[in-house]
């Protein structure tokens, strides 16, 4: 009787422990509301806080350092970096 109600308990927590991964819905759309307009793309140019949440959103997600602090693209192609002088 103790091995069927062990048993059954552990079916229970086994079950349990599968429902959060079912309850996730699938990955949406998020949606960004600015507190300002954009005037000013470049976020090296301005010290405003639009312009640098606008930089963090769109050039650090394309670019990236690896591990030999490399400029990497986050998609995997390959990036090469030309010094000007």
Avoid: W
Wanted: charged content about 20%; aromatic content about 8%.
């Amino acid at each position: 009787m103790k091995r069927r109600t062990l048993a059954a308990l552990a079916a229970l927590a086994l079950s349990a422990a599968c429902l959060p991964a079912l309850a996730q819905t699938p990955p949406k759309t998020l949606k960004v509301v600015a507190h300002a307009d954009l005037k000013i793309l470049d976020p090296t140019f301005t010290t405003a806080y639009i312009s640098r949440n606008f930089g963090y959103m769109v050039y650090d997600t394309l670019f990236a350092q690896d591990g030999d602090r490399q400029a990497a693209a986050a998609d995997g192609r390959e990036v090469h970096v030309v010094e000007r002088r």
